[in-house]
Every structure is written in C-alpha cells, then in structure tokens.
C-alpha cells in the first residue's frame, strides 16, 4: 500500500526532475 510517507517524497522528487527538466531545456534552448 502507498503511504502518504512513501507518496509525499515521492510526489517531490517527481516535480523536482520536471522542474529540473524543464529549467535546462529553457535554458539550452535561450542561448542558441
């Protein structure tokens, strides 16, 4: 069973990579 304990990290990491992802595509695509 998912625990909130084992989804709130989870949930976390998850935005984080996105917001990660989505940062270094913005910033590649503002310097070509």
Known sequence: MLDLSV???LVIVSVAV???FRWVVFDMNGRS
Request: without cysteine; neutral net charge.
């Open 7 to 9: 989804l709130t990290p």
């Open 18 to 20: 996105y917001l990660f």
